[in-house]
C-alpha cells in the first residue's frame, strides 16, 4: 500500500510504498475511499501531544469499505462501508470503561496517533470501534463527520441545554454543528479571527444568528461556549460571554496556556469543561442524528499525496469547512 508517513516530528510527511497490512482476528482492513484531515493531526506533527507512535500513518477520520476481516469478527462483512473514528482501542477493563466512560481509558489506541491511521491507500482497525456507514452519502461528505462532527457532537451534548450558544473557532466541527444546533432550535453566535470576515459570511450563512471577532462581545449574554479553536486566550472572553451558571466547554485535545483571569468571570457558577476523545456511544448517536439533521458538509479535497498542503492550509486557515483526502 502507500502511504502519507510522518518518520519524525515536526517534518512533512513522505510518500511512501509499504507492505500491505494483515487484519488479525479481531480486525478489519478498508480500503481506504476518504480521509478528513483534522486539526489534532497538525498538534501530532507538531509533537505537542505525548508519545506518538513513530513512525505513525496520521488521519482519523477514514471512510473506507472493507476488503479483509478477521476470523473472530462477526458484525461486519467484506464489502460493507465502514467509518474509522479517533478512539481506536480500549482496554475494556479499566474503571472508566467499566463506567461507560470509555473516553477516557487508561489503555486506549488513538487512530493516526498511537496506531496507524488512514492517510493511506488502506488502513486496519478494531473491528469493535468501527462504525458501518451504510450506502447513503458520499465517501468526501462522511469523512469529516467522524471526528468534526462527532466529538463536536459530545461537546454539544456537554455544554448542556443552552439556547444561545458560542463557536468560538468556525472550522470544521463549528461549521457541521452549527446545522446541528440550529436544527435543535437553539441561537449560534459564531467567533472568528479578528477581521476575518469571509468566515463571518460562512457562519451566517449556516444560520448563525450572529458572527464577529473573537476580540468582539456578543450582542447578549450566551447561555453556553464552545471553544473549538487550541487557543487559551480565548477561555477569558468565552467566560466573559456567558450568563450566570453558563458553561465554557473546551473542544480541542491541545490548546495553548490560558491566560490568568480574575476569578470573578468564573464565580456566580459558570464551569470550565473540557472534552476528551469519544465513547463508540457518541459516534452512534451523533451518525444516527446527522441524516435527520441533512447536514451540508463543505470540503476542501486534496489528492493523498498532497497531504502536506492539506495541512498546510489547515494550519493557514485558508479554506472553509473540512479538508478531506482522497488517495
Ligand atoms: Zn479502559
Ligand atoms: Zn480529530
Not at 473514528?85 to 498511537?114: A, I, K, S, V
Not at 468556525?170 to 449560534?188: E, K, N, S, Y
Not at 458572527?211 to 472572553?237: H, Q, T
Not at 502536506?308 to 478531506?324: I, K, Q, S
Amino acid at each position: 500500500m502507500k502511504a502519507m508517513l510522518l518518520n519524525r516530528l515536526h517534518s512533512r510527511l513522505e510518500w511512501t510504498e509499504l507492505r500491505d497490512p494483515q487484519p488479525e482476528a479481531h480486525e478489519i482492513r478498508v480500503k481506504v475511499l476518504a480521509c478528513g484531515v483534522c486539526r489534532t493531526d497538525l498538534h501530532v506533527v507538531d509533537g505537542e501531544l505525548p508519545d506518538p507512535k513513530l513512525p505513525i500513518i496520521p488521519g482519523h477520520e477514514i471512510v473506507g469499505r472493507i476488503d479483509a476481516i478477521g476470523s473472530s469478527v462477526q458484525d461486519l462483512a467484506i464489502g460493507e462501508r465502514v467509518g474509522i473514528p479517533w478512539l481506536g482501542h480500549t482496554d475494556g477493563t479499566c474503571r472508566y470503561c467499566l463506567m461507560q466512560r470509555e473516553n477516557l481509558c487508561e489503555h486506549p489506541l488513538f487512530t493516526g496517533y498511537t496506531r496507524n491511521g488512514g492517510y493511506a491507500t488502506m488502513a486496519v482497525a478494531d473491528a469493535r470501534f468501527a462504525f458501518p456507514l451504510g450506502e447513503v452519502g458520499t465517501d468526501i461528505a462522511l469523512a469529516p463527520l467522524l471526528c468534526a462532527g462527532l466529538i463536536g457532537w459530545r461537546s454539544l451534548v456537554i455544554a448542556g441545554d443552552a439556547k444561545k450558544i458560542g463557536f468560538y473557532g468556525f472550522g470544521a466541527a463549528a461549521h457541521i454543528l452549527a446545522q446541528v444546533a440550529r436544527w435543535q432550535g437553539r441561537q449560534v453566535y459564531a467567533f472568528t479571527r479578528p477581521g476575518d470576515k469571509t468566515t463571518q459570511a460562512f457562519a451566517l450563512s449556516l444560520g448563525a444568528v450572529w458572527a464577529g471577532g473573537s476580540d468582539e462581545p456578543p450582542p447578549e449574554l450566551l447561555d453556553a461556549a464552545i471553544v473549538f479553536a487550541p487557543v487559551g486566550a480565548l477561555i477569558p472572553d468565552a467566560l466573559r460571554a456567558v450568563v450566570k451558571g453558563g458553561r465554557v466547554v473546551c473542544a480541542g485535545i491541545h490548546m495553548s496556556d490560558i491566560p490568568a483571569f480574575p476569578y470573578s468571570i468564573l464565580w456566580e457558577e459558570r464551569q470550565l469543561l473540557s472534552v476528551a476523545n469519544l465513547t463508540r456511544q457518541d459516534g452512534l448517536d451523533f451518525l444516527r442524528i446527522a441524516p435527520q439533521v441533512g447536514i451540508s458538509v463543505k470540503t476542501q479535497v486534496y489528492p493523498l499525496q498532497q497531504a502536506n498542503e492539506a495541512l498546510g492550509d489547515l494550519r493557514a486557515g485558508r479554506f472553509e469547512g473540512a479538508a478531506v483526502l482522497i488517495p
